[in-house]
């Protein structure tokens, strides 16, 4: 670790160069090391982060629960706790967050947790960097590496009294993360070797998700097997990111083209795939297909992809050539109709009737598990489909916005905008309901450019 001088030289310098980069000015010939520097050009050209920021904002209420990420979690927790001496002893606190960077617990010296309030260091609080700019957990949720985070090296000037440590623990499958552990300290430096320590630490639990991931890889081969004696058709096994496990026995496609033939031709294979995966999640009978044109082929090949579940766990899925089954999705994930010139009607069950709704009377949908409610002019009633962003797919043309990952609102149908005390925007919906429907953080700038704000 270096000698208090030269940090003090160090941050000084570290300092002045945030001050010109705060400014708009080019720093790259200034000592800040790469991952900094890039983390700072998050924040100021992606995220517009106030650098004058003196906490972390509070988080969204809602947040998305899986098997996966509540057992990395749990056994995180268990980490924490057998580390947790040798952190208080730094005089330093721990703390855990999801994948989305908002603290799920903090433990630690007293001193430290009682600072750590003051910034919101604590449950609840949104340390992503697009809400809190640079800082040991955001970065680490940016950067697979982790990050330690000295002082003047925060984006927010607010946080300078923090020297932090975050190592990001990632599903081997996709490189989504799934949480962060996090050391942080007041008013001390923490030591080089602290990053390392972290990574050690986690290790147990990252072997265990790519032992899991392995035996996921195994079941989509099985159930590749399974399919191939009774389909007939060219097949490919894909997991959950979107990447190729195994293909049909002979290993060719149409034409003659090979599976990486394929693949080259058709790079949205993995998004589509992606997208697909996110609906089977919410519906496991969900079937789709989409028509993408191969130029290896000089023409249009469907495909048809149909989710493989273990003990109720979507692990991946199946992609089978040349059938059109299920869904419609276009490329650009949007549901397709095959009927033109009829207005888009939206379907809700209420007792045993189906209901015929038009986007008018609909006042906003609200995502509830897996059951989609929409408020209207009838009453709050149940869609018969299922999901929100297939939904939102179908009627953003129509005037509705995206507020929140659990909310659909009909932008003809607001009559006010709050901002609540802490600074998170709210919308009243229509006099008649009387609703109010909040806005996340992360999508109040698109709503603002949707309302013309």
Request: hydrophobic fraction near 40%; charged fraction near 25%; proline fraction near 5%.
């Amino acid at each position: 670790m270096q000698s208090p001088s030269d940090w003090k030289t160090r941050d000084q310098v570290t300092a002045a160069a945030w001050e010109r980069f705060v400014a708009g000015c080019d720093v790259g010939d200034a000592r800040v090391r790469p991952q900094i520097l890039l983390s700072w050009s998050r924040c100021r050209d992606e995220y517009k982060i106030d650098p004058r920021q003196s906490c972390a904002p509070a988080a969204d209420e809602y947040c998305d629960h899986s098997l996966k990420n509540d057992t990395v979690v749990a056994e995180l927790g268990s980490v924490a706790r057998s580390i947790l001496q040798e952190v208080e002893a730094l005089g330093g606190l721990l703390a855990i967050t999801d994948g989305a960077g908002r603290i799920l617990t903090a433990l630690g010296d007293r001193r430290a947790l009682r600072h750590g309030e003051q910034s919101n260091l604590a449950p609840w609080s949104a340390w992503s960097e697009r809400a809190t700019g640079t800082n040991g957990m955001g970065t680490a949720l940016e950067d697979p590496r982790g990050i330690l985070v000295w002082r003047s090296e925060h984006w927010c000037e607010g946080l300078r009294d923090w020297s932090c440590a975050g190592t990001s623990i990632r599903d081997p499958t996709t490189g989504q993360p799934l949480a962060v552990l996090d050391v942080s300290s007041w008013g001390k430096l923490l030591p080089d070797n602290v990053l390392p320590w972290l990574r050690r630490a986690v290790q147990g639990i990252e072997s265990e998700l790519r032992e899991r991931a392995a035996r996921d890889v195994s079941d989509i081969k099985a159930a590749l097997e399974r399919m191939d004696r009774r389909a007939g058709r060219p097949l490919i096994a894909l997991d959950v990111g979107g990447g190729v496990v195994a293909v049909h026995d002979d290993g060719a496609f149409l034409a003659g083209i090979s599976c990486l033939d394929l693949t080259k031709d058709f790079p949205a294979l993995k998004k589509f795939v992606c997208q697909s995966i996110s609906r089977a999640r919410a519906d496991r009978s969900w079937v789709g297909f989409a028509e993408p044109f191969i130029p290896s082929v000089g023409d249009i090949v469907p495909f048809t992809i149909r989710p493989v579940v273990k003990n109720n766990r979507v692990i991946g899925a199946l992609l089978m050539l040349g059938e059109s089954a299920g869904e419609h999705v276009s490329l650009e994930g949007q549901s397709a109709t095959r009927s033109s010139g009829a207005p888009p009607r939206v379907l809700a069950v209420q007792g045993n009737r189906l209901i015929i709704l038009y986007p008018d009377q609909i006042i906003f949908a609200e995502a509830e598990r897996n059951t989609l409610w929409l408020t209207t002019d009838r009453g709050r009633i149940r869609a018969r489909a299922r999901g929100l962003e297939k939904l939102h797919n179908e009627l953003r043309d129509k005037g509705f916005i995206r507020v929140h990952r659990h909310f659909l609102v009909n932008s003809k149908r607001i009559s006010e905008i709050k901002r609540g005390f802490r600074g998170q925007l709210s919308l009243v919906m229509d006099p008649r309901c009387r609703k109010t429907v909040p806005v996340s953080r992360r999508r109040e700038p698109g709503v603002r450019r949707a309302l013309d704000l």
